[in-house]
């Protein structure tokens, strides 16, 4: 994106090791009128969350380095990115099980194949809910 | 008795007068002297001449043979009938035979008394130069030496008695003693036989005419009695001996083993006085205790086999377990490894997906119509796919044990309404009538709300996708004799023919499975439906027939219960 950032548009930090998912899903959103961020790891996730505290994070689910389990754990166990609804996103059907021992406060969860028009759709379902 | 000495009056003796003669006074007192040792004599002594007249009476003789002037008549009539039997038999005796001294028992009365007296005559004839002959006789009393006579012919007779007793008594203790069946021998206290039963006799005598073998082999069983009885014939030997005899039966030289039981009988004084043995044939017991053994042995034989048998059961079971872990442990994996595969599916699948959508929504500018028509196809197919692996995933984690019942009351008039809701865009391109009805009856249900609805979807999608023209209609109805409730989808559809109906519940399978088969889906749907239906206690029917339309039915009970 050449054009300067317009703050007024909501910040998305999308986190995704795979890259043709991590792009296609960040094209759709700026074409759907989202400011958007990458990372493609946990590590990065964490950073980029506490530098531009985004105003909500899509999260993959298996990441390397730290996984997007325990990176979520972490901003919601931090002060300052506590109130950042996150959007878990996840492949694997069979992780995604009530009772599976992962107590994450996702705020959302979707199980991919997703196209990009539903997640935009969640996206602004989990906005809206915040601003309410 | 009157006093002694007095003189007998008549009679005077002649004899006494002629010894007197030599010395008279001496002769006197002789004579004096004789007559009081006469008269001392407590027996009747007589002296009388051939004729039996009385000439010289002591005074025991003077009492029975003579009454005074004063005697009473009955004194007088038994003088008289002593004199009477004492002259009779005087008489009698002094004609019979030639021994000079005769004996002879007399019955006399005594006068004073009035009793029986017996005496014994004894009569010795007398014959002394100068003097008269005569008889000297002699009355010996022997009324106590014939009542004692008489009480021993009585105690004989008595005893005659007892003795016949004694021998019918011993008749009757022999014929119980034959009749018992087990032999019976009494010995006396060194061994000697006093007595044996029948059957006893059997075994230790045999027959003169029975033959050699015979006679040798109840001699044999003697031999053997006689060693058993040594137990006991020992100066210290026991009073009771229990032991065994192996006797053969002298017939047939059969064995015969006795169980044989000895007892001393002892008399008041604690002497033995004989022994008692009683034989008791073992040979039926001993059968009995052979087959008894065989039963034992068969039987611990055939709980040996049971022991193995059920030792292989337990090893072939460890084995079946086994392989049932390994079997599990190989499912498991293959589960894992499907979801596994399902997701490197699915990653690149939602690139594809995800890229075509947005391509078909324009975000990279407008395409030329033969461009949209082409990735529209690219798109079907990639859901299709997306179909395909999703459902295969379903199925997996189905197996896997991996869906987990969520349980929770809901209506079913809700839940048809929001699957009428999502088909809506479906039921639209068709131009079917598509009703949905819940009879009044229904309950509430309890059970898993999103299991019932994705087996609903799948039933109204195939009716819509198999259904030309027509109806679909969706019921629900309720029957209060098993509680369960059924959902009914119900088309006008081309049908299925009978034989097919199990195969459309198979996995990958439609009536028309080939590659050119004009209706899509993947094959999975009702054998998914039929699983999710099972695991909450419920099933799937069909009814149908070519042309005549399908009705396919949920039944599942009113309240589901977590098993």
Redesign the interface.
Known sequence: MTNAPDTSKPLVLVVDDYQDAREMYAEYLEFSGFRVAEATNGAEALDKAFALLPDVILMDLSLPIIDGWEATRRLKADERTKHIPVVALTGHALANEPGSGQQVQCDSFVVKPCLPDTLVAEVKKVLAARVR | MPSSTAPLKPPTAPGSEARAESSPAAADQERGLLRQLVDAVTDPILFTNLEGRVLIANARARQLFVADEGASEGHRRAVELNQRVFHTALLSSATGGASPVRRRDLSLVDPVEGTDLLFELVCTPAKEPGNPPGHVCVLRNVTALGRATQALGESYRRLRASEQEARSERLRLDLILDSVADPIIVTDPSGGTVLMNDPAERLFYAPPDSGEAPRRRAHTNNANFASFLSHLLAPSGARRWRGELHLVEPATGAPLPMEAMASQVLSDQGEPTSIVTLLHDRTEALEKARLLEQVRSASSELEAKVHAATAELAEQNEKLRRQALQLEQASAAKSQFL?NM??EF??????I???T??LL?G?NGEMTPQQRRNLQRIDSNGRHL?QVINEI?DIT?IEAG?M?L?LSSFLLQDLLQEVMAEMDPIIARTKLTVTSHVAPEVPELHGDRQKVKQIVLNLLSNALKFTHEGSVQLSAAYDFGTSTVSISVKDTGIGIAPEHHEKVFEDFQQVDSSPTRVYGGTGLGLSICRRLAAMMGGRVTVQSAIDQGSTFTLHVPWRMRRS
């Open positions: 979801a399902s997701h699915r990653t690149p699948l939602n690139a997906l995800g890229y959508s947005m929504q975000v997306l995933l984690r991996r987990p969520n």
